[in-house]
Nanobody
Framework: QVQLVESGGGLVQAGGSLRLSCAAS????????MEWFRQAPGKEREFVAG????????YDTDSVKGRFTISRDNANNTVYLQMNSLKPEDTAVYYC?????????????WGQGTQVTVSS
């Protein structure tokens, strides 16, 4: 089992940057593909980005391409989401998630979420 704790959310002006972190418990973090999702008020949760267990493959949704970057540090059991050029429409609760080995966009384990608010 993997426990996930997100941090780094907050309030930022449009055009600014934030880096979200997700700390994972367990000694087998490197076995898991990691994913970020977000859910805006009144909308369904959506996939944002994913990274393979090795970090060799990354995936992201069209709306964040060129602005968000997912990365991981297996030595420190942490995955990151660097968010640049933020827009008001990026406002959402951001969730970290984990799935054994591969990115599926239907992960097994979820964190509690961290709020990101982008003001115009």
């Amino acid at each position: 089992q993997v426990q996930l704790v997100e941090s780094g959310g907050g309030l930022v002006q449009a055009g600014g940057s934030l880096r979200l972190s997700c700390a994972a418990s367990g000694r087998t973090f490197w076995n898991y593909a990691m994913e970020w999702f977000r859910q805006a008020p009144g909308k369904e949760r959506e996939f944002v980005a994913g990274i393979s267990w090795s970090g060799g493959s990354t995936y992201d949704t069209d709306s964040v391409k060129g602005r968000f970057t997912i990365s991981r540090d297996n030595a420190n059991n942490t995955v990151y989401l660097q968010m640049n050029s933020l827009k008001p429409e990026d406002t959402a609760v951001y969730y970290c998630a984990a799935n054994p080995v591969v990115v599926t966009r239907s992960p097994v384990y979820w964190g509690q979420g961290t709020q990101v608010t982008v003001s115009s």
